[in-house]
């Protein structure tokens, strides 16, 4: 079992094997927050912060019979004492969680962490219910105000799928641009459905355009630096030439949305063919923008 699915199995033993859905969220980011390595990360969402991999992760053990769940709560549905199979930093941990804010309720839970982390309630549908005007104000100052014009890209390779949207959320990009030749991944979220699914529930526009991605068989044994370079030089002299309409097309969501992304797998931009696209489009007629890789 993943490690990560003990700290969640651990949390609701301490709970009584029971609690609902958004003090989990809460009381798990609470405790990862915490942590030297989150084993979660979070984004702001409906009710403030939230771990996709968290739920997903929780829906699996639901399958597996490890856990139950309804509408409002999960619940532990084993008697394996996992708080015996953690670390003792992170067992400490949940300790210091469950004293602090165990008593809470939802809306005190919320309260909290909208008020101690604001970029979290940045998309929150609750919170001018429950904070002061002030509070709210602290809450909207959080959010990004950047209204240059920039072309990002940004790969996925080694980051959460949440600390990737998180990454678009606070550079305000308003479209994510898949140059993906074959937007398939085995690593949760960031398969076309997924990552769709996951932007536009962010109000992030997700769109494909395959036709300037590398084809798979032509990415195999890159092994170094040298091997990447010579496929870009193929990538170059190919295909760029013969996308410069898929290029003005990039170019033209650009002016109007003025905050776009290229995505693809890498994170180190010399080893992805984003950057040599990213170049292209740089050099179309009538670009004056900036780019910029995160």
């Not at 709210?136 to 790969?155: A, C, M, P, R, Y």
């Not at 996951?198 to 032509?218: A, M, N, T």
């Not at 013969?242 to 002016?255: G, P, R, S, V, Y």
Request: aromatic share 12%; glycine share 4%; hydrophobic share 35%.
């Amino acid at each position: 079992m993943f490690y990560r699915r003990k700290i969640i199995l651990s949390l609701l033993q301490m709970f009584d094997g029971e609690l609902d859905k958004i003090r989990l969220q809460k009381l798990l980011f609470l405790f990862t927050n915490k942590q030297d390595k989150a084993e979660y990360e979070f984004i702001p969402y409906k009710f403030g912060c939230y771990s996709y991999s968290a739920n997903a992760d929780m829906t699996a053990m639901v399958r597996k019979g490890m856990l139950k769940e309804d509408d409002k709560s999960f619940e532990k549905n084993d008697k394996t004492d996992y708080l015996k199979q953690i670390k003792p930093a992170d067992y400490k941990l949940l300790m210091e969680v469950k004293a602090n804010y165990g008593k809470m309720s939802a809306s005190a839970l919320m309260k909290h962490t909208y008020l101690n982390f604001p970029f979290y309630a940045t998309r929150s549908e609750v919170a001018e219910t429950i904070l002061s005007k002030e509070e709210l104000n602290k809450v909207i100052n959080s959010k990004s105000t950047e209204t240059k014009t920039v072309l990002f890209t940004i790969g996925y390779e080694g980051i959460s799928l949440e600390n990737y949207l998180v990454r678009l959320l606070k550079n305000d990009v308003k479209i994510l641009v898949d140059v993906r030749n074959n937007a398939l991944s085995m690593k949760y979220g960031f398969s076309k459905s997924q990552l769709k699914k996951y932007c536009e529930s962010l109000g992030i526009k997700y769109v494909h355009f395959p036709q300037v991605g590398i084809q798979s068989e032509q990415r195999q044994e890159l092994n170094t630096q040298t091997d990447y370079d010579k496929l870009f030089t193929i990538y170059c002299k190919d295909n760029l030439p013969k996308t410069t309409e898929t290029q003005t097309d990039i170019l033209n969501l650009l002016k109007e949305h003025k905050r776009i992304a290229l995505t693809c797998f890498e994170a180190n931009i010399c080893q992805c063919h984003r950057k040599h696209l990213a170049e292209a489009i740089e050099k179309l007629p009538a670009f004056e923008y900036e780019v910029k890789h995160i």
